[in-house]
């Protein structure tokens, strides 16, 4: 399926352990995101890739780990899990339209406790 | 700091009415404003996408448009369903930087 998949789509882990979050896209679009959506909150930016290899810090980075080897993955790693990264999250691409326009496209999220 | 602003935070309308909402933006210096759809539960999916030199676009029951030097986009609905109930989210692109800042969404309700 083209577009942009994230697995698995629910996840319950306990605090202190390591969970990785996948995300894969079949357009290879340069830019990646990872965003967490909380209550309150909206959605937030954790990390971004502007290409394999090339990753950068948002707005809510502590506690996250990414990287980008291949240009389709960009998986995000939480290393010693707590509860307060309970939430949804969000992988995303970015398509260049046209001059400096690019449309934002969202994989179907993965939703994780952690206990 | 671009800070995107959404009013009304929820709307409850009967089905069949036209209804505005409203995405406020504080640096007019942007490239693209894109509006979005969230289900309960799901991911975003991408309505509308306005450029920074464009004043609307339409897509079937959907206008959005843009004011640049005012800082506001309006997503008018037409002749709403219930099948509209969702949130509505809005995105700007803003010039010099890599990103799309969200807005904290209206969360529609339209009543059968």
């Known amino acids: 399926d083209a577009g942009i998949t994230q697995s698995p789509r629910y996840k319950i882990t306990e605090t202190g352990r390591q969970v990785t979050l996948m995300c894969h896209q079949t357009w290879s679009h340069s830019y990646m995101f990872w965003y967490r959506q909380d209550l309150g909150h909206g959605l937030r930016l954790i990390y971004y890739s502007a290409a394999a290899d090339i990753t950068d810090k948002g707005e809510v980075p502590d506690g996250y780990v990414v990287s980008r080897s291949k240009t389709e993955n960009f998986p995000l790693t939480l290393e010693s899990a707590t509860r307060s990264q309970t939430s949804v999250y969000f992988c995303a691409s970015k398509f260049r339209l046209a001059g400096d326009s690019y449309e934002q496209y969202f994989g179907p999220g993965t939703r994780l406790t952690v206990t | 700091k671009q800070e995107v602003t959404q009013i009304p935070a929820a709307l409850s309308v009967p089905e069949g009415e036209n209804l505005v909402l409203n995405c406020s933006f504080t640096?007019?210096?942007?490239?693209?404003l894109q509006w979005f759809r969230q289900d309960p539960g799901k991911g975003l999916t991408s309505l509308l996408l306005?450029?920074?030199?464009?004043r609307e676009q339409t897509s079937g029951r959907l206008n959005a448009s843009l004011d640049k030097s005012s800082g506001r986009s309006t997503l008018y609905i037409a002749a709403s369903q219930p099948g509209d109930s969702a949130t509505y989210l809005c995105?700007?692109?803003?010039?010099?930087?890599?990103?799309?800042?969200f807005g904290t969404g209206t969360r529609l309700k339209v009543l059968a």
């Open positions: 640096d007019s210096a942007i490239y693209n």
């Open positions: 306005i450029q920074s030199s464009q």
């Open positions: 995105a700007v692109f803003t010039s010099g930087t890599y990103k799309y800042i």
